[in-house]
């Protein structure tokens, strides 16, 4: 039994009571049949009390969750002082202000309320970045010629952060390695509509699709049991966006937090409107090893490349060398020399020759 059916039974029983009495007290007024309206009147009450009970109780109670739910604690926090600062101010101006003669003296101290505890309200939201940034201020620059109160505070800053999971970055699998290493600084974030996404890929019909979303869902079992980062799930929702990328980046606004993903159109579409991004295959691209034209490389050539006579081999860090004339070193160890290092939106390419001494090595 719903907690809204319940309600519709108590505003049944209540609108009807009172359906009786208004009822029973315009039979008294009109010499009427007193119990004839009584019943008309009860039915009637017990009709409305079952249709509206919903819309002026558990309907605005759900909506008020959800948009509490999508607010954050520091727009909570300074909302709240915004209102103590308004009505303080207000409180402030009552007496003056019930001192001007009738009827300004019964109305305007109640308007003061209202417009102070409004304004407070909205400066204090629109400012809370500035006000806490000032609050935070003292405590930040103590001790600061030590360095130990001023580097905690940023510790703990990283330490208690929010960062955002994408779908693809769960897929992907290399977030859990990450995770393991300890780079990543803050709680992970899962929102419930990435976790039903991800459990519509598992479910897929498509062999690929289904084999993605299960590896998916065993990545996200290893973050949780295996890594020292917190892992979160959240019911949170962003209402009147479909999407789940459109409801990654307003969420990230929201929370004023980044997004871990790897996916390049999310990518691009965040920075475009102020959010915050952690990609993966930039940071794969980032730790992979430097080489400089003139070097001298060991690669193992194990296939051909697409211009004539040229042989393609990997380093240990996946980074693809095309070596000019090496198919004839198929599957052999040789020494080769860079000649150019290509960065393209799909990684680190590296081109090379044979050293004219080269070794080879079955």
Known sequence: ???????????????????????????KLTSGAQDLYAVILGLVG????????????????????SILARVSAQT????????????????????????????????????????????????????????FNILQAPFAGRFNHEGNVSGASEQDARATRTILLDTSVII?????????????????????????????????????????????????????????????????????VREVDDKLVVLARQLRCPILTNDYNLNRVAELQGVAVLNVNELANAVKSVVLPGESLMVNIIQEGREAGQGVGYLDDGTMVVVEDGRVRLNTQTEVMVTKVLQTAAGRMIFARIEDNGKSSN
Do not use: C, H
């Not at 017990?46 to 969750?65: C, D, E, H, V």
């Not at 915004?82 to 409180?91: E, I, N, P, S, Y």
């Open 76 to 131: 909570l926090v300074a909302g709240l002082i915004g209102l103590l600062a308004g009505l303080t101010f207000a409180a402030l101006l009552s007496f003056p202000l019930s001192l001007l003669p009738d009827p300004f003296g019964k109305i305007f101290p109640f308007l003061g309320v209202l417009v102070f505890g409004y304004f407070g309200v909205m400066v204090f939201v629109m400012r809370q970045n500035d006000i």
């Open 172 to 240: 992907d699998g290399r977030i859990a390695d990450i995770a393991r290493t300890g780079f990543l600084a803050g709680t992970l974030l899962i929102p419930r509509f990435v976790l039903n996404e991800l459990q519509y890929i598992a479910d897929s019909p498509d062999n690929l699709r289904r084999q993605r979303g299960r590896r998916g869902m065993e990545v996200l079992s290893q973050l949780q049991k295996e890594t020292s980062v917190p892992v979160r799930i959240s019911d949170i929702d962003v209402e009147g």
């Open 46 to 65: 017990a009709l409305i009390g079952l249709i509206l009970t919903p819309f002026i109780t558990t309907r605005p109670a759900r909506q008020l969750r």
């Open 1 to 27: 039994m719903s907690i809204e059916f319940i309600f519709r039974l108590i505003g049944m029983v209540v609108f009807a009571v009172l359906g009786v009495y208004w009822g029973i007290s315009l039979g």
